[in-house]
């Protein structure tokens, strides 16, 4: 069975700070995917890593697929407020195959 | 481009009672997945549907069942309503491109079970 975690589950950090949440399975990956979700919102797709070590940067965002294709994670260079929500990490061990979250990491940024 | 389109946003429901939950994918988009999204966890996969087929399922009961309309939208049924089944309930488009294929999700409905 599939299994997606995620780390910290919570994280409150202060405007300007850096920070990295992680995702770890057990299971291979073909690719995976970050999304952010905010209150009341559906998931909006940050990214998506599909080759072992592949490293992708969105403004302050940095992503990085890890070597075994089995772990990923997202570190964010001097978090802003509107940083804030549920990041959710995704994968699926085929491109035919369902999609799985992770539980997510709820980020906090206080002004 | 409207997006992916979710109706109701909100819904109330007495357990026992049926729900019919609604999804219009984003244009040009042909597969459609249903994810049940408890509070303060990721969503979990319900099933996916293509080509008005369900093509794959997760771990949900029988009472939830769906279907997909020759225009692609999607409807989720779930019948026997438990008070567990609260959840913001969430659809997502997509058209395969391998392992870029990329899921567009809708705002999402709120099921309450009381």
């Known amino acids: 069975t599939q299994l997606l975690e995620q780390s910290p589950q919570f994280l409150s950090i202060q405007e300007g700070e850096n920070l990295t949440v992680y995702c770890n399975s057990s299971?291979?990956?073909?690719?995976l995917q970050w999304y952010r979700q905010e209150p009341g919102e559906g998931p909006v797709l940050l990214v998506t890593v599909v080759t072992g070590g592949e490293v992708k940067k969105l403004k302050r965002l940095t992503f990085q697929f890890g070597d075994a294709r089995k772990d990923s994670s997202l570190h964010i260079t001097a978090a802003q407020p509107g940083d804030t929500g549920l990041y959710l990490c995704?994968?699926?061990?085929?491109?035919?195959?369902?999609?799985?979250f992770g539980p997510g990491t709820s980020l906090s940024v206080i002004p | 481009d409207a997006g992916v389109t979710q109706s109701p946003t909100h819904l109330i429901k007495t357990r026992g009672q049926q729900v019919t939950l609604r999804c219009s994918p984003k244009s040009g988009h042909d597969t459609v997945s249903w994810y049940q999204q408890a509070l303060g966890q990721g969503p979990q996969f319900i099933f996916q549907y293509y080509e008005e087929e369900e093509r794959q399922r997760g771990n949900f009961p029988d009472r939830f069942s769906g279907h997909q309309f020759p225009n692609y939208s999607s409807e989720l049924n779930v019948n026997a309503l438990l008070l567990g089944d609260s959840a913001l309930y969430l659809c997502?488009?997509?058209?395969?491109?391998?392992?870029?294929?990329?899921?567009?999700f809708g705002q999402g409905t709120r099921l309450t079970v009381v």
């Open positions: 997502a488009s997509s058209r395969w491109e391998g392992l870029n294929t990329e899921a567009f």
């Open positions: 995704a994968g699926a061990e085929t491109s035919y195959d369902k999609v799985i």
């Open positions: 299971s291979v990956f073909s690719s």
